[in-house]
């Protein structure tokens, strides 16, 4: 978004200066609801049954 650094760094540390900074780990519900579409439709792009071996 901002091409310079200096002018980066500046805006950040004026919206940080005074805020409580959250780091959050884990996987947000999108990325979950992601990976379970993924995973319900892996058994029709590839051919396999879902519990992964042939009848």
């Known amino acids: 978004m901002f091409e310079d650094t200096t002018v980066t ?5 004026r919206l940080l200066h005074h805020a409580s900074v959250l780091s959050i780990t884990g ?3 999108r990325m ?3 990976r379970d579409a993924i995973a319900a439709l892996r058994p029709a ?3 396999t049954p879902t519990g992964g071996e042939f009848p």
């Open 32 to 34: 979950r609801r992601h």
């Open 45 to 47: 792009l590839t051919g």
């Open 27 to 29: 996987d947000s519900y």
């Open 9 to 13: 760094t500046a805006v950040l540390d």
